[in-house]
């Protein structure tokens, strides 16, 4: 019996120790909410563990933008819009579009009824606008320039009054106080109380896709992280189907961990979940982003072989 007792012993010793994950920050662009569901899906459901991974979710900061986290290292990956993904490339930080859950746009505006606003044609002449001045500002001036409206308050050629754009804080304050008649919102974001209407830049002819997955251009040098990244954009996309099929259980997941009305969540669900695209930037998109911000772009601002190899 001691025999055996050793024998087990010794084998408890020499025996391979049990991989730990490899472990994966993601920098989100807000809190995990609606517009995130398919990362907390991923995460929740252990989409994440059963490819080898341990992702924590990082939640955004408004004095810290995705693209800050990377660059100070305290990211691996991050959550981002491609107008802000293409500001930050060309002011020098190499990020790069591994993966794109979104193929549309959800920016647009909630303005106030009571400033005779009712949809994209309506008048904006002498309106202030709030908007995030990290990539929703450079769509919203592109929107705004198709119209023939100029961004600063001033006339554009002589017309009409412009718009002047503050930098957006807390949306339902500066509405109530009127220091805004129009905030710039996305999709997910909760429409504020009161007689607000509600549309998208799309209906107006400018639509670039929401949040996409960015990364460093050295971390795709190194081929065990190309490889955790091919696992986590996998097990992403598949939390975003799940989001999908099942949103009941999405909108409980997310007021389970924010403590928020599941009502809320669905009603949110619904106006993001449309948005979801093939998971993977083309050239094209690229392009007419490029083009539409007046931005210049390059082929290293997008790669597929991330997606080609975990959609595959």
């Known amino acids: ?25 993601l920098q989100l662009a807000a809190e995990p909410a609606a517009a995130h569901a398919g990362y907390v899906v991923a995460r929740e459901r252990g989409f994440y563990a059963a490819e080898g991974l341990e992702v924590e979710l990082l939640p955004g ?15 691996d990956v991050a959550v981002m819009g491609l107008p ?12 790069v579009n591994v993966a794109q859950p979104f193929g549309a746009g959800s920016l647009g505006l909630a303005c106030l ?16 606008i709030a908007v995030d001045p990290t990539g929703d500002d450079l769509v919203l001036r592109a929107w705004l320039s198709r119209r023939g409206i100029a961004a600063d ?3 554009a050629d002589g017309g009409a009054a ?12 500066q509405l109530e106080s009127g220091r805004a008649t129009c905030v710039a919102m996305h999709a997910a ?6 007689p607000i209407v509600r549309f ?11 949040d996409g997955i960015y990364v460093l251009a050295p971390t795709l040098n190194d081929p065990a992280a190309r490889d955790r990244l091919e696992r986590f954009v996998r097990a992403s996309m598949r939390g975003w189907r799940e989001a999908a099929a099942q949103p009941d259980a999405t909108a409980t997941l997310l007021a389970t961990l924010d403590g928020g009305r599941v009502t809320d969540q669905r009603q949110r669900l619904d106006a993001v979940l449309p948005l979801l695209g093939s998971g993977a930037m083309g050239p094209d998109t690229v392009a007419r982003a490029g083009e539409t911000l007046g931005i210049a772009t390059d082929a290293g601002a997008w790669t597929t072989a991330i997606t080609d190899a975990a959609l595959r």
């Open 1 to 25: 019996m001691r025999a055996i007792l050793a024998i087990a012993a010794l084998a408890l010793l020499t025996a391979p120790a049990a991989h730990a994950a490899d472990r994966l920050r």
């Open 61 to 75: 900061q408004s004095d810290s933008p995705p693209d800050a986290a990377l660059a100070r290292g305290t990211a």
């Open 84 to 95: 802000h993904a293409l500001a930050a490339r060309g002011a020098g930080l190499p990020v």
């Open 113 to 128: 009824r009571a400033a005779g606003i009712e949809g994209p044609a309506s008048d904006l002449s002498g309106q202030t």
């Open 153 to 155: 308050g001033g006339a």
């Open 162 to 173: 412009g718009v002047t754009l503050i930098a957006r804080g807390d949306g339902l304050s």
């Open 189 to 194: 974001d909760p429409t504020p109380a009161g």
């Open 200 to 210: 998208r830049l799309a209906a107006g002819g400018v639509d670039l896709p929401d």
